[in-house]
């Protein structure tokens, strides 16, 4: 997939808990080809710190409809190589896939849109600093497994 990098680095994730809705704004964002398209999930999440993908299962927006997938326990029953066939399809079908990745102490979204034969590599905000990472492939293996919002166009 081609990305719009201006896109990206044009985007400000606007509050310390608002990295999910600022993942769904960067991917309508990418999708209509916008850095300045009218996007106000942050503005109706603010700081909410209980927030999950649930939150977006089912949700359309503009002709685009996000479905959260894997939200099973992470353990050693996780169907980790599901995970990866399904990250695999999205990408091969020109979509990107937003990731829960455990960070530090804490938990934050990044975007893939990128594989090589080892690793899938993704993008994410940190207020106006744009954060790459490399190794999203191996975080994953070490988390036992994690939930992904997929989404469908319809245009």
């Known amino acids: ?17 608002s990295c999910i809705p600022s993942a ?11 850095t300045d398209a009218d996007c106000t999930e942050q503005e ?9 993908f649930e939150d977006y299962n089912k949700y359309e927006i503009d002709e685009i ?9 992470r353990d ?6 599901q995970l990866f066939e399904r990250i695999d399809k ?3 079908e020109n979509r990107m896939v937003i990731v829960s990745l455990q960070v530090n102490s804490g938990w934050h979204m990044y975007i893939i849109y990128y594989k090589n034969e080892n690793e899938y590599f993704g993008f994410s905000k940190n207020g106006c600093e744009t954060i790459y990472e490399g190794n999203i492939k191996s975080i994953i293996k070490k ?9 469908e166009k319809y245009h």
């Not at 769904?24 to 916008?34: A, D, G, S």
């Open 1 to 17: 997939m081609v990305i719009n990098f201006d896109i990206i680095n044009n985007h400000r994730q606007k509050y310390q808990y």
């Open 24 to 34: 769904v704004e960067m991917v309508l964002k990418i999708e209509r080809n916008k």
């Open 44 to 52: 109706k999440w603010h700081n909410k710190s209980d927030g999950s």
């Open 65 to 73: 409809t996000f479905h959260r997938e894997f939200a099973q326990n």
């Open 76 to 81: 050693s029953n996780f169907p980790i190589n």
């Open 90 to 92: 999205e990408l091969g």
């Open 143 to 151: 988390m036992n497994g994690t939930d992904i919002l997929v989404y």
